[in-house]
């Protein structure tokens, strides 16, 4: 299969690379956010090799192209100057809102990460089975690395969800990576033990374990990249390689610690699992597993 010619068909059936403001992939899908979607011809789109479907949702222009897709998605950033890029608002056709953006960001973070979670997933999922067969000591050197390996991107899941999402919004992602890797260095996850009332700079401090969350990185970097823009415009060209990046974690390492944190910590509190469990428990294990997953996602699990 010809990738390069599959992916130059595909763009100038989609009205050409002017035409598009930004291109990402999942799994399955090239996702194109484009300025005119009158320009496409979906018809001819169908008819070409490895396309399965084309989708219009989300704001998305969607070419289903299942595994395939990393290969074309490769061939046209190869040959044309089109990549991940931070859509606007609304696009020239008028059809981009809030509620798209937003889908279009938390999708665009994860898609990079998910041969990574999927290989980690189905890696964790064999050692549960090797352990139930007795064919692996849980208890060896064997086990402890594989299972070490299987959690490594779940543990540290805030430092790839800040590099990411910095990556989709076209700021520093290794900034993006540091705020993250803060809340999981030492110093900081030390103070989870203490039990004394903690402050910052006067300022009541509720300690969370970021270890795993992704809700909290997704509104910090969403903060950190128009900051970061505007200080680049503040700060004079001579300065900004290291005092544009001082201030930026200055600024949001502490708001992180300060707000987005704590939200996830009171969400939990309000929850009431500890009254549930006495009207029902049978209940609670199905509320609770209904909504497992957006309890995760929001860091409260």
């Known amino acids: 299969m010809n990738y390069d010619n599959l992916g130059k068909e595909i763009i100038d059936l989609v009205g050409g690379e002017n035409n598009i403001s930004s291109l990402e992939h999942c799994a399955t899908r090239l996702r194109f956010v484009l300025k005119d979607t009158d320009q496409a011809d979906n018809s001819k789109i169908n008819e070409l090799p490895k396309v399965l479907q084309v989708v219009e949702q989300g704001g998305q222009f969607q070419i289903v192209i299942s595994n395939d897709v990393a290969n074309v998605y490769d061939a046209i950033v190869k040959n044309y100057s089109i990549g991940q890029t931070y859509a606007k608002e609304e696009n020239e056709s008028g059809k981009r809102n809030i509620i798209n953006i937003i889908f279009s960001y938390i999708s665009g973070t994860f898609s990079p990460l998910l041969p990574a979670l999927a290989g980690s997933g189905m890696l964790k999922a064999l050692l549960e089975i090797l352990k139930s067969l007795n064919w692996i000591n849980d208890k060896g050197a064997t086990f402890a690395i594989l299972n070490a390996t299987?959690?490594?991107?779940?543990?540290?899941?805030?430092?790839?969800?800040?590099?990411?999402?910095?990556?989709?919004?076209?700021?520093?992602?290794?900034?993006?990576?540091?705020?993250?890797?803060?809340?999981?260095?030492?110093?900081?996850?030390?103070?989870?033990?203490?039990?004394?009332?903690?402050?910052?700079?006067?300022?009541?401090?509720?300690?969370?374990?970021?270890?795993?969350?992704?809700?909290?990185?997704?509104?910090?970097?969403?903060?950190?990249?128009?900051?970061?823009?505007?200080?680049?415009?503040?700060?004079?060209?001579?300065?900004?390689?290291?005092?544009?990046?001082?201030?930026?974690?200055?600024?949001?390492?502490?708001?992180?610690?300060?707000?987005?944190?704590?939200?996830?910590?009171?969400?939990?509190?309000?929850?009431?699992?500890?009254?549930?469990?006495?009207?029902?428990?049978?209940?609670?294990?199905?509320?609770?597993?209904?909504?497992?997953?957006?309890?995760?996602?929001?860091?409260?699990h």
């Open 150 to 300: 299987s959690n490594g991107v779940f543990y540290f899941l805030p430092i790839f969800i800040g590099m990411s999402a910095s990556k989709k919004l076209n700021v520093n992602p290794y900034i993006g990576g540091v705020i993250a890797a803060s809340l999981l260095e030492p110093s900081f996850t030390n103070l989870l033990k203490s039990e004394e009332n903690l402050t910052f700079i006067g300022l009541s401090l509720v300690v969370t374990d970021f270890t795993s969350t992704v809700f909290s990185l997704l509104i910090a970097i969403a903060i950190y990249a128009p900051l970061e823009r505007l200080l680049k415009r503040w700060v004079p060209k001579v300065l900004q390689l290291f005092l544009v990046p001082m201030l930026s974690l200055i600024i949001m390492v502490p708001l992180t610690v300060l707000v987005f944190g704590p939200f996830s910590e009171y969400v939990s509190s309000g929850i009431g699992i500890d009254y549930m469990l006495g009207f029902s428990r049978i209940l609670t294990g199905v509320i609770i597993a209904s909504f497992w997953p957006f309890l995760v996602v929001l860091g409260v």
